[in-house]
Structures are given as structure tokens and as C-alpha cells.
């Protein structure tokens, strides 16, 4: 029995190899596993529980549930879909949870998070999270919204995402190193996972004679990335999607 992870799909409908092979993770993969894991960004963007048809996302969320009736499986939000609530929850099955919660790991107390909140170098990113992602009155008027002007505004902020991404540095973006030591210490875990950076790696850090460990999936394109998680091993690999 294992528990698996993943992160960084970012499914849109330009792309239904990432799609099918998320169908095929979740019925075949993580068939008879004690716990499935989705630490945000599984979506492109989302714009709002109301609006999921409109995106075509039907049939993962029915395979979600599918999944969930027999596993139980637990969903963290990234910066793209932080907008998911509880009709979204109902439809998949996934229970969310906060991001930045320790789980008991087979006995490895485990931070799990997007990752994002560790990338405190990119300011311009830091500020979209405090005036947008975590501020829960800019949710609500956002959610508000009539869904046309809801497409309308997350466009543009996608549009502002990609040229942000063009124009700072990939040390920028990627974690803070300090901001990870003390989110171990500020939680007081050895271990913890996220996504976010797409940068697959399992990185180990010596802090008081301990070993900490930080895994980072990767994101889903030509392969997928996952964390298989047992008793005794963790294994980050990919699989080819085409
Ligand atoms: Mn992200």
C-alpha cells in the first residue's frame, strides 16, 4: 500500500494528453492506495465552482470521485485554482485542505503545501497572494462576478503571469531557501513536500545534526510526475503521457 502525489497539471483542454493520463493515475495508479495527495495547480485556472462545466472538466471530476469513493484523497490549492470551495470538493470527492498542513506520513510527521508561499524572492508574486490568493473579500467580489467577466479577468491575469515569468529571474522564482528552513522549523517537521517550481527534485538539508528532506514534483507535460510514498521508500518518478 502507498500513498501518491502530485501537483502542476495545469489541465486545459489544448493539452488531453495530460488529461487522460491523469484518468489513468487515478484508476489505475492509485487503485488500492491507502491516500491520494494533489498539491495545487491541478487545474489551469479556476474561476469558480459554478463555472467547472464551462471548463470541461466533467469527466475528472467524475474520476476524481470515482477515486474518492474507495481512497481517501485530499486536495491543497496553488495559485491557479485557489478559487476551488466546497461545491468543487462535493463533485470530486477531495476533502481540501489548507495548505501548509502537517500530515502523519507512516509515522514521518509531513508538511505538505503548493510551494508558493516559499518563494518569498518574487515580490510581484508575494503581492498577488496577499491582495488576491489569501485576501477572502478580493475572492468573494471576484466569485461574484458574472462568469463572463470572471474569463475576462483571470485571461489577463494569466496573460500578466506569463510575461512576470519572462521577465525575472528563474532564482526568483524558485524557493527561498531560508523561508524553507524556517518552515521546517516553524512546524517543526523533518519532512515535507510541494510543487509549484516544476522543478522535480529531492533536496536534503543538515540542520543540528538532523536530516530534513524536501521533495518537489515536477509539473505534467510530455511525462507526469509523482511521488509514490510506502513504509520504507519514497520513490519521484515520471511516466510518458504520449
Ligand atoms: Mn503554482
Known amino acids: 500500500m502507498a500513498t501518491y502525489f ?10 488531453p494528453q495530460i488529461t487522460a493520463g491523469f484518468l489513468k493515475f487515478l484508476g489505475e495508479t492509485c487503485s488500492g492506495a491507502d491516500a491520494v495527495y494533489v498539491l495545487g495547480d491541478l487545474f489551469e485556472y479556476w474561476i469558480g465552482d459554478d463555472a467547472a462545466s464551462m471548463l470541461g472538466v466533467g469527466p475528472v471530476l467524475d474520476a476524481m470521485r470515482v477515486r474518492a469513493e474507495q481512497t481517501p484523497c485530499y486536495f491543497i490549492a496553488g495559485n491557479r485554482d485557489f478559487l476551488v ?3 468543487f470538493s ?4 477531495f476533502k481540501i485542505l489548507m495548505d501548509e498542513t502537517v500530515v502523519d506520513l507512516y509515522g514521518t510527521p509531513t508538511l505538505l503545501l503548493h510551494g508558493d508561499s ?10 498577488f497572494r496577499e491582495q488576491m490568493v489569501t485576501n477572502d473579500q478580493w475572492c468573494d467580489m471576484f466569485l461574484s462576478q458574472p462568469i463572463p ?7 489577463m491575469a494569466r496573460k500578466q503571469s506569463n510575461q512576470h515569468k ?4 528563474m532564482t526568483i522564482m524558485d524557493v527561498n531557501e ?4 524556517d518552515a521546517f522549523s516553524k512546524y517543526d517537521v523533518n519532512n515535507m513536500i510541494h510543487g509549484h517550481t516544476h522543478r522535480q527534485q529531492v ?5 543540528d545534526g538532523t536530516t530534513k528532506t524536501r521533495t518537489v514534483l515536477g509539473d505534467w507535460g510530455q511525462t507526469d510526475s509523482h511521488l509514490k510514498v510506502d513504509q520504507a521508500t519514497a520513490e519521484l518518478s515520471n511516466t510518458s503521457l504520449v
Open 6 to 15: 502530485v501537483s502542476d497539471l495545469h489541465l486545459k483542454q489544448d493539452q
Open 85 to 87: 470551495r466546497d461545491e
Open 90 to 93: 462535493k463533485a470530486s470527492g
Open 118 to 127: 516559499l518563494c518569498t524572492d518574487d515580490i510581484a508574486h508575494q503581492e
Open 149 to 155: 467577466q470572471r474569463i475576462e479577468m483571470a485571461d
Open 166 to 169: 519572462t521577465q525575472v529571474s
Open 178 to 181: 531560508q523561508a524553507v528552513l
Open 203 to 207: 533536496h536534503t538539508y543538515q540542520v
